[in-house]
């Protein structure tokens, strides 16, 4: 692609920014804030190698970045507010009756002490324990895009149990300790008082093993199929308690089918799946599954899951709501490297969670405008010279 057309996509890509902008600037009193927000977010998805207060400042035309730091860390804006506008509009451009609720957290590489939330801790993002930020997020899939919706900072007990150190970082006196799990029933539950359209909910064993959370989906009549351990134990007609691995050793050869659950980084995700059916005195219209997924070449590694769904749901359609939990990764990966979302120096509590909803709100246009692309067929005639891999049109 020539510089023309570079051209031609960073001027869609500033208009639909601004877009999105014009429905949360309401959000702002002051004609400062409203100015340095859209260019906040125009300097996140600009190319840029770093994306901090200076770079930022410098995009924007500013001479320091005093502007970019006052609206991060003292201007008076409610990012939950503008958060709402941003679901807003992914309802409108990606909202789907069929789509997947995702929950998952992501971890963010930070030194020292001072910001909120941060220790040494589990991060998946390094795969070991690192000095970090943990957010939880929830992701919105369907078959026109996927892209986040909702995020909370993790706070350790290391922070809620000592309020000086809460209050220097911004944490107000009633924030308490709350679990990765509790975060992410909240933004669940949030998502269905919003009316945001969707029909399933999934998330990894870290989320899916608490039974007290599928319980409280089940009595919203919430389908689920939730990732857990080999621990845990289901209501079957044999036990009240029955582990989950213990169901497929006997199994007949043929109840095993062989099934890809969507495309990874290096092609379709293929598995052996099969599942035993349990609680069978369940309503007649619902049925509880718990299906195990095994590796082709090391039969010996297992995985399973734990779904509540309507009576006469397919093999196939539970293994597509399975595999969908990696499309929160993928949103993960493009919002880190196309929207800077790992990419700010804010310590303050209220700042993560700014710079965490304007990198949101820049994710969801440019998912918007590839959907967008899409539906136009310009996708197959004329792809977009510096995203396609960032936004590829796997399905979900």
């Known amino acids: 692609m020539g510089w023309e057309m570079v051209r031609a996509d960073a001027r869609e890509w500033s208009a639909g920014l601004a877009e999105l902008h014009e429905r949360f600037v309401h959000r702002f009193s002051r004609v400062e804030p409203r100015e340095s927000s859209l260019a906040y977010m ?27 730091h006052r609206l991060l860390n003292r201007i008076d804006w409610d990012a939950d507010e503008v958060l709402d506008d941003v679901r807003d509009y992914v309802v409108e451009h990606l909202g789907d009756r069929e789509a997947v609720l995702i929950v998952d957290d992501t971890g963010f590489l930070k030194k020292g002490t001072r910001s909120a939330g941060v220790q040494r801790q589990y991060s998946g993002t390094a795969g070991r324990t690192e ?8 992701a919105y899939a369907s078959a026109r895009g996927r892209t986040l919706i909702d995020r909370r900072l ?13 209050r220097r970082a911004g944490i107000a006196d009633g924030t308490g300790f709350a679990t990765k799990v509790e975060m992410g029933k909240a933004m669940v539950r949030q998502a269905i008082a919003d009316g945001i359209p969707f029909r399933w909910v999934t998330a990894d064993a870290a989320y899916g093993f608490s039974k007290g959370w599928r319980h409280e989906l089940e009595q919203a009549d919430v389908f689920h199929v939730m990732a857990t351990t080999r621990h845990d134990t289901v209501v079957t007609r044999w036990a009240i308690d029955h582990p989950v691995h213990d169901l497929f050793p006997g199994l007949a ?4 089918k062989r099934r ?30 718990v299906i195990a997924r095994r590796s082709v070449r090391r039969p010996e590694e297992i995985s399973y899951y734990i779904a509540y769904c309507p009576a006469g749901t397919t093999l196939d359609e539970l293994i597509r709501i399975a595999g969908s939990r990696w499309a929160i990764e993928e949103c993960f990966q493009t919002a880190k490297q196309e ?3 790992d990419d700010y120096q804010v310590r303050r509590y209220e700042g993560w969670h700014r710079h965490i909803t304007l990198a949101i709100a820049a994710h969801a246009c440019l998912t918007a405008l590839r959907a967008r692309e899409l539906d136009a067929g310009k996708a197959e005639t004329d792809p977009p010279s510096s995203y396609p891999s960032a936004f590829p049109n796997s399905g979900v």
């Open 131 to 138: 000095n970090c930020q943990i957010g939880v997020f929830l």
């Open 260 to 289: 890809s659950c969507g495309d990874g980084a290096h092609g379709p995700r293929v598995y052996d799946w099969a599942r035993v059916e349990v609680r069978p005195w369940h309503r007649p219209d619902r049925q509880h599954w």
């Open 154 to 166: 993790y706070l350790p007990t290391s922070w809620t149990d000592d309020r000086d150190r809460c």
């Open 42 to 68: 125009r300097g996140l998805v600009a190319p840029l190698e770093r994306k901090n207060g200076w770079t930022l400042a410098e995009e924007a035309g500013h001479a320091g970045p005093d502007r970019i």
């Open 253 to 256: 050869r043929q109840k095993w």
């Open 339 to 341: 929207c800077g979302l």
